[in-house]
């Protein structure tokens, strides 16, 4: 469609969408740079090194190359730096100051915050950035010649990759997995980084401090101490390390129409980069190739359906089929772009607007690249051999009149891969505080840095209740069994809809509007059973308003079961109920932010007198409030207070996730951590065992939490 759409596309339809991009300038601003650079030195007098440093990050980002001003705010940042104990990253910063031209009489100044650095370091100096190696290396251990039929490139060799045409594409256990056992590893084909504007509500945001300003926008990595693209003042980066492997991979394409690509949004701006990282070659190759078995027939069907092979074997025999994504001897590769190209596009589930729409965009943008010139020297640079790989007559007669099919197979790539990732793409969380300043309790909602496509993880299906959990270092996606599972099994992933946030049918329906599939799940089946037999749908902590009793749900509310009373609560009336509660909860959360937390718990007080009347202790609602009104207490420094609170919220937890699920393991850190500061040792002794146990079972050893939980116990015994 976008080749089709590519003749109609106009430059009125290009000043178009540059209009709409004047709302997203990503040009240097030299008076920006100063001002970023003034309100850093406020910061830095009031002794807030954190937030100053992020404020001398954004003069750099503003700044023009070579000047004055970039060399100052590099100056100024590493103050902040050597303040905040980050020796390395100031002498990196000092290193940038003298080379962009910082100013002769200062530099005395400089010369000894530098001495000041080495001499902390023991004369180590600084370290140049090192790839991103993230934990692949101990599963390599495990997978390291892993060849053949139904293997897995980054999987565990207890995991295979098979097909049934029921199901598709998937992956069995086929040994006993152990719960928190490694089952896959995979660093993402590709990634675009989430502006926090787009999924934070403004009252937890921190002024300059968003996903954008706090994160690598290559290797996700959060740094205080970003270094900028050279050409525009969106992209920032870890180090000249990241930012080399992300100007030669995909940003000396997309730099010049960075506003442009906000503008579109993450899904646009994904697609387009995976395109363009991929090369025409590989598009080529990819479009024109089709499956064989060894006598050379064909045995894939066409471009909607080329994922599956026409027969349901895993371990294709002499002459048979492999499945897609497969090199010839049956091992997946999903670091290739082939496996991008074989995720399903869905292409005639979506609705036809959208996909007039994305057509539209993804043609306007290819139109713009081919305008800034960067297109036509670098993406089409293929020798004429590899453009006559898969190249059909129609495109070669373009070519031969002055076409370009290259443009059009771009577009024609591009919206293929948005079409995927409206099904395939995965968001790259993180845990992030959300508590105030130095607030003893951290909110463990998990906070969207990035969307990403995996290939290898596409590969597994959905459950409501799955039997895996995931988490995210850098780029790179970690699987886990989150139980035990029995060879034979399948692993399978939940793709949003969970059994513990929500009934049966609202989760089929949004499956089945997004991802175009009925879900009949052992979760689904087992409450769909329920309800046929009169247990009415799962009970989701609704109590009777009149008499107290537990209320049973259906389509149309929840009814009390006692026939003295049967009094219903319509879903209307339930809605608006929960969302006066959750407006109380927002409400003390703005409080706590600005310093009144005695104000929010007497907000929260009411809330919980609220609620009382119509849910359970066990209704996730009461556990967020139970949740905000410890951080609240423990903002105030009411230690005792604010950990009966967390108890609450534990066992709501608990209730609605399951007592080895990786959300109680978040909530017991937070009472370890909360028994940690009000000094109540063998409290914190005692609870520390069993969050650590939960959250290396589903994050893994190296995850922060685990680290400070380790550092809490060594600090604690070592007292006692």
Same mark, same amino acid.
């Given at each position: 469609?976008?080749?089709?759409?590519?003749?109609?596309?106009?430059?009125?339809?290009?000043?178009?969408?540059?209009?709409?991009?004047?709302?997203?300038?990503?040009?240097?601003?030299?008076?920006?740079?100063?001002?970023?650079?003034?309100?850093?030195?406020? =910061?830095?007098?009031?002794?807030?090194?954190?937030?100053?440093?992020?404020?001398?990050?954004?003069?750099?980002?503003?700044?023009?190359?070579?000047?004055?001003?970039?060399?100052?705010?590099?100056?100024?940042?590493?103050?902040?730096?050597?303040?905040?104990?980050?020796?390395?990253?100031?002498?990196?910063?000092?290193?940038?100051?003298?080379?962009?031209?910082?100013?002769?009489?200062?530099?005395? @100044?400089?010369?000894?915050?530098?001495?000041?650095?080495?001499?902390?370091?023991?004369?180590? $100096?600084?370290?140049?950035?090192?790839?991103?190696?993230?934990?692949?290396?101990?599963?390599?251990?495990?997978?390291?010649?892993?060849?053949?039929?139904?293997?897995?490139?980054?999987?565990?060799?207890?995991?295979?990759?098979?097909?049934?045409?029921?199901?598709?594409?998937?992956?069995?256990?086929?040994?006993?997995?152990?719960?928190?056992?490694?089952?896959?590893?995979?660093?993402?084909?590709?990634?675009?980084?989430?502006?926090?504007?787009?999924?934070?509500?403004?009252?937890?945001?921190?002024?300059?401090?968003?996903?954008?300003?706090?994160?690598?926008?290559?290797?996700?990595?959060?740094?205080?101490?970003?270094?900028? /693209?050279?050409?525009?003042?969106?992209?920032?980066? /870890?180090?000249?390390? *990241?930012?080399?492997? +992300?100007?030669?991979?995909?940003?000396?394409?997309? /730099?010049?129409?960075?506003?442009?690509?906000?503008?579109?949004?993450?899904?646009?701006?994904?697609?387009?980069?995976?395109?363009?990282?991929?090369?025409?070659?590989?598009?080529?190759?990819?479009?024109?190739?089709?499956? @064989?078995?060894?006598?050379?027939?064909?045995?894939?069907?066409?471009?909607?359906?080329?994922?599956?092979?026409?027969?349901?074997?895993?371990?294709?025999?002499?002459?048979?089929?492999?499945?897609?994504? *497969?090199?010839?001897?049956? *091992?997946?590769?999903?670091?290739?772009?082939?496996? !991008?190209? =074989?995720?399903?596009?869905?292409?005639?589930?979506?609705?036809?607007?959208?996909?007039?729409?994305?057509?539209?965009?993804?043609?306007?943008?290819?139109? @713009?690249?081919?305008?800034?010139?960067?297109?036509?020297?670098?993406?089409?640079?293929?020798?004429?051999?590899?453009?006559?790989?898969?190249?059909?007559?129609?495109?070669?007669?373009?070519?031969? #009149?002055?076409?370009? #099919?290259?443009?059009?197979?771009?577009?024609?790539?591009?919206?293929?891969? !948005?079409?995927?990732?409206? /099904?395939?793409?995965?968001?790259?969380?993180?845990?992030?505080?959300?508590?105030?300043?130095?607030?003893?309790?951290?909110?463990?909602?998990?906070?969207?840095?990035?969307?990403?496509?995996?290939?290898?993880?596409?590969?597994?299906?959905?459950?409501?209740?799955?039997?895996?959990?995931?988490?995210?270092?850098?780029?790179?996606?970690?699987?886990?069994?989150?139980?035990?599972?029995?060879?034979?099994?399948?692993?399978?992933?939940?793709?949003?809809?969970?059994?513990?946030?929500?009934?049966?049918?609202?989760?089929?329906?949004?499956?089945?509007?997004?991802?175009?599939?009925?879900?009949?799940?052992? +979760?689904?089946?087992?409450?769909?059973?329920?309800?046929?037999?009169? %247990?009415?749908?799962?009970?989701?902590?609704?109590?009777?308003?009149?008499?107290?009793?537990?209320?049973?749900?259906?389509?149309?509310?929840?009814?009390?079961?006692?026939?003295?009373?049967?009094?219903?609560?319509?879903?209307?009336?339930?809605?608006?109920?929960? &969302?006066?509660?959750?407006?109380?909860?927002?409400?003390?959360?703005?409080?706590?932010?600005?310093?009144?937390?005695?104000?929010?718990?007497?907000?929260?007080?009411?809330?919980?007198? &609220?609620?009382?009347?119509?849910?359970?202790?066990?209704?996730?609602?009461?556990?967020?409030?139970?949740?905000?009104?410890?951080?609240?207490?423990?903002?105030?420094?009411?230690? $005792? &207070?604010?950990?009966?609170?967390?108890?609450?919220?534990?066992?709501? !937890?608990?209730?609605?996730? $399951?007592?080895? #699920?990786?959300? !109680?393991?978040?909530?017991?850190?937070?009472?370890?951590?909360?028994?940690?500061?009000? $000094?109540?040792?063998?409290?914190?002794?005692?609870?520390?065992?069993?969050?650590?146990?939960?959250?290396?079972?589903?994050?893994? %050893?190296?995850?922060?939490?685990?680290?400070?939980? @380790?550092?809490?116990?060594? *600090?604690?015994?070592?007292?006692?």
């Amino acid at each position: 469609m976008p080749s089709l759409c590519l003749p109609v596309c106009s430059a009125e339809d290009v000043e178009f969408l540059t209009g709409i991009a004047q709302g997203y300038s990503v040009q240097k601003d030299p008076q920006s740079a100063r001002l970023s650079r003034g309100q850093g030195n406020g =910061h830095f007098k009031n002794r807030d090194y954190a937030a100053s440093a992020l404020f001398y990050s954004q003069g750099v980002c503003q700044a023009d190359p070579g000047t004055e001003e970039l060399a100052l705010c590099f100056a100024n940042r590493s103050a902040a730096l050597v303040h905040l104990a980050l020796y390395k990253e100031c002498l990196a910063d000092i290193r940038r100051a003298l080379s962009n031209g910082y100013p002769k009489p200062l530099e005395p @100044k400089l010369l000894a915050r530098q001495a000041d650095c080495l001499s902390q370091l023991g004369g180590a $100096g600084e370290e140049s950035c090192l790839p991103d190696r993230g934990g692949m290396e101990q599963l390599a251990s495990q997978t390291g010649s892993i060849q053949g039929p139904g293997a897995v490139a980054g999987a565990s060799a207890a995991v295979a990759l098979r097909y049934e045409p029921s199901k598709g594409r998937h992956l069995v256990a086929v040994e006993d997995i152990a719960a928190g056992e490694v089952i896959l590893e995979e660093r993402a084909y590709s990634c675009v980084l989430i502006p926090e504007e787009t999924v934070a509500p403004r009252v937890e945001r921190r002024g300059v401090a968003g996903t954008e300003y706090r994160h690598c926008h290559h290797c996700l990595r959060p740094t205080l101490c970003p270094l900028p /693209c050279q050409s525009c003042s969106f992209c920032r980066y /870890c180090g000249e390390g *990241c930012r080399d492997r +992300a100007w030669e991979g995909y940003h000396h394409w997309e /730099c010049s129409v960075g506003g442009e690509l906000l503008a579109a949004g993450v899904l646009a701006h994904l697609a387009l980069r995976v395109a363009l990282q991929a090369g025409l070659g590989e598009v080529q190759r990819a479009r024109g190739q089709s499956h @064989k078995d060894k006598s050379g027939q064909d045995i894939l069907p066409p471009e909607e359906s080329s994922d599956k092979p026409e027969e349901s074997s895993h371990e294709p025999p002499s002459g048979g089929p492999l499945i897609p994504g *497969c090199d010839p001897a049956g *091992c997946y590769l999903g670091s290739s772009y082939l496996c !991008v190209h =074989h995720l399903l596009p869905h292409t005639h589930g979506h609705a036809p607007r959208l996909r007039f729409l994305c057509a539209v965009t993804l043609a306007t943008l290819c139109l @713009k690249l081919q305008g800034s010139g960067a297109l036509a020297s670098k993406w089409g640079g293929v020798s004429q051999t590899d453009r006559s790989d898969g190249q059909s007559q129609g495109e070669a007669e373009d070519r031969g #009149s002055g076409g370009s #099919s290259e443009l059009s197979m771009l577009g024609a790539a591009a919206l293929r891969h !948005v079409l995927q990732l409206r /099904c395939n793409a995965q968001a790259v969380t993180a845990v992030r505080d959300a508590g105030v300043g130095g607030s003893a309790v951290q909110s463990s909602a998990e906070v969207r840095l990035a969307t990403a496509i995996f290939p290898s993880l596409s590969l597994l299906n959905h459950s409501c209740s799955p039997n895996t959990s995931i988490s995210f270092r850098s780029r790179r996606v970690t699987v886990r069994a989150a139980q035990p599972i029995r060879a034979g099994q399948e692993l399978l992933h939940c793709y949003g809809p969970h059994r513990s946030r929500m009934a049966v049918r609202e989760r089929q329906r949004l499956l089945q509007e997004q991802y175009f599939f009925l879900c009949q799940c052992a +979760a689904c089946c087992q409450e769909l059973g329920s309800e046929g037999k009169g %247990h009415g749908a799962e009970d989701l902590g609704v109590r009777c308003v009149q008499c107290g009793s537990p209320a049973k749900g259906s389509e149309e509310g929840y009814t009390c079961p006692q026939t003295s009373c049967h009094f219903t609560l319509s879903l209307t009336d339930l809605s608006s109920r929960l &969302q006066a509660l959750s407006g109380h909860v927002e409400e003390a959360v703005r409080l706590i932010v600005t310093g009144r937390p005695e104000k929010a718990v007497k907000r929260l007080q009411s809330a919980i007198t &609220q609620a009382d009347r119509f849910l359970s202790s066990t209704h996730p609602m009461q556990g967020e409030i139970a949740d905000t009104m410890a951080r609240a207490y423990a903002t105030m420094g009411c230690w $005792g &207070q604010a950990a009966a609170q967390l108890r609450r919220s534990v066992a709501t !937890v608990r209730s609605q996730y $399951g007592e080895d #699920s990786v959300e !109680v393991g978040q909530q017991l850190f937070k009472l370890a951590q909360l028994h940690f500061n009000g $000094g109540e040792m063998q409290k914190a002794l005692t609870v520390i065992p069993k969050a650590r146990r939960l959250l290396v079972q589903h994050c893994g %050893h190296r995850s922060e939490q685990v680290e400070e939980l @380790k550092a809490m116990e060594d *600090c604690l015994r070592g007292v006692l």
